[in-house]
């Protein structure tokens, strides 16, 4: 069965070519209303740092355990997560019972000691703390700031392709908040009942993008329900929207499900990129996706409130810090009542 997941080429577009952008807007929007996902060529991210930020994963995760638990996560969720040491309570596609099979170690904006939000213990804003490994810390640095700058390019043409002037969403990402997530899943023979590499879930990004591994795994799930396998399309980005931007947009684009099931028999290693708005914007249903007779679903949130919810719903460590959180944040909806909302943020952050 061929993919649903179109494939776009961002060059034109990059190149400033007639009428690329209206043509990548009405693109997108296709994609985010029907699919939720959609690979991207022609990005401009040099592979050769793809392919040294995947070494980067592999050469963190074959330390020994004691050396990556030196480096545990924290309340900013920076740091090592231990295998199983999720498990995605939230979802609302599957009633998740067990761990997920993965560990992954989490990043940041890097930031200096006198960063006035590290001085005032902002949350989510915390100091990156780096392995003494060869490289890594440089290649980190540098894949993050590649990947952001895609992601603000894509910026205006999600702007366009939600009917919005072009610089709409430039206040919001003025500092964007972002997460890299470098996981490792081992290879699993045979998975057990509810069982996965990562869970059914949906990201809680604005955007999510995720340079390609050469080792498949990833599965997302079709609007009749089917799970379909995403292919490997080499040197590709695949970009997916997340709840904030399901959120944001009132649900006219689609936050998809998905999983991990690694059977390869090969280590899989994914270094998904979360692209989030500033940490206090308010996030509010946009203009152009409202009216008296589709109302406003949620109230305005913001990344640091959403966040905080989702760390403390999915992850150990902050479920034994804070305790379970109950619902998210603006899930029952005045002005929807008995709307089947699917408000909560699922995914792995």
């Given at each position: 069965?061929?993919?649903?997941?179109?494939?776009?080429?961002?060059?034109?577009?990059?190149?400033?070519?007639?009428?690329?952008?209206?043509?990548?807007?009405?693109?997108?929007?296709?994609?985010?209303?029907?699919?939720?996902?959609?690979?991207?060529?022609?990005?401009?991210?040099?592979?050769?740092?793809?392919?040294?930020?995947?070494?980067?994963?592999?050469?963190?995760?074959?330390?020994?355990?004691?050396?990556?638990?030196?480096?545990?996560?924290?309340?900013h969720n920076i740091g090592y997560m231990g295998f199983g040491a999720s498990v995605t309570r939230s979802s609302a596609v599957?009633?998740?019972?067990?761990?997920?099979?993965?560990?992954?170690?989490?990043?940041?904006?890097?930031?200096?000691?006198?960063?006035?939000?590290?001085?005032?213990?902002?949350?989510?804003?915390?100091?990156?703390?780096?392995?003494?490994?060869?490289?890594?810390?440089?290649?980190?640095?540098?894949?993050?700031?590649?990947?952001?700058?895609?992601?603000?390019?894509?910026?205006?043409?999600?702007?366009?392709?939600?009917?919005?002037?072009?610089?709409?969403?430039?206040?919001?990402?003025?500092?964007?908040?972002?997460?890299?997530?470098?996981?490792?899943?081992?290879?699993?023979?045979?998975?057990?009942?509810?069982?996965?590499?990562?869970?059914?879930?949906?990201?809680?990004?604005?955007?999510?993008?995720?340079?390609?591994?050469?080792?498949?795994?990833?599965?997302?799930?079709?609007?009749?329900?089917?799970?379909?396998?995403?292919?490997?399309?080499?040197?590709?980005?695949?970009?997916?929207?997340?709840?904030?931007?399901?959120?944001?947009?009132?649900?006219?684009?689609?936050?998809?499900?998905?999983?991990?099931?690694?059977?390869?028999?090969?280590?899989?290693?994914?270094?998904?990129?979360?692209?989030?708005?500033?940490?206090?914007?308010?996030?509010?249903?946009?203009?152009?996706?409202?009216?008296?007779?589709?109302?406003?679903?949620?109230?305005?949130?913001?990344?640091?409130?959403?966040?905080?919810?989702?760390?403390?719903?999915?992850?150990?460590?902050?479920?034994?810090?804070?305790?379970?959180?109950?619902?998210?944040?603006?899930?029952?909806?005045?002005?929807?009542?008995?709307?089947?909302?699917?408000?909560?943020?699922?995914?792995?952050?």
């Amino acid at each position: 069965m061929p993919s649903p997941i179109p494939v776009l080429d961002l060059a034109p577009y990059f190149r400033g070519e007639a009428g690329a952008h209206p043509a990548l807007a009405a693109e997108i929007s296709r994609a985010s209303e029907t699919v939720g996902f959609t690979f991207v060529v022609g990005h401009g991210v040099p592979w050769d740092l793809v392919e040294r930020t995947f070494e980067a994963a592999a050469q963190f995760h074959a330390q020994p355990i004691e050396a990556k638990r030196a480096f545990a996560i924290d309340e900013h969720n920076i740091g090592y997560m231990g295998f199983g040491a999720s498990v995605t309570r939230s979802s609302a596609v599957n009633a998740n019972t067990r761990p997920n099979l993965n560990e992954a170690v989490f990043f940041k904006r890097e930031r200096a000691p006198g960063d006035p939000k590290v001085i005032a213990n902002k949350r989510f804003c915390g100091m990156n703390r780096w392995p003494d490994l060869p490289g890594f810390r440089a290649t980190v640095i540098d894949y993050c700031a590649a990947l952001e700058t895609l992601a603000r390019r894509l910026v205006p043409v999600y702007a366009a392709s939600l009917d919005l002037p072009e610089g709409f969403f430039d206040a919001a990402f003025a500092e964007p908040q972002f997460t890299l997530r470098m996981s490792h899943y081992p290879s699993v023979a045979a998975h057990g009942d509810n069982e996965f590499g990562s869970a059914p879930h949906t990201d809680s990004s604005f955007i999510t993008l995720l340079a390609q591994s050469p080792v498949a795994g990833l599965e997302i799930r079709a609007r009749d329900g089917a799970w379909l396998a995403a292919p490997v399309i080499p040197r590709s980005i695949l970009v997916n929207s997340g709840d904030m931007m399901r959120r944001w947009t009132n649900h006219r684009y689609l936050s998809t499900p998905h999983r991990v099931r690694n059977v390869s028999g090969l280590d899989r290693y994914a270094i998904p990129f979360f692209f989030d708005a500033g940490m206090d914007y308010p996030i509010g249903c946009l203009p152009t996706c409202q009216s008296p007779d589709n109302p406003a679903r949620y109230p305005p949130t913001t990344y640091a409130e959403y966040m905080t919810w989702f760390a403390r719903k999915n992850y150990d460590h902050q479920r034994e810090r804070e305790g379970d959180p109950g619902a998210a944040p603006g899930t029952a909806s005045p002005t929807s009542p008995g709307d089947d909302v699917r408000a909560a943020a699922t995914g792995e952050r």
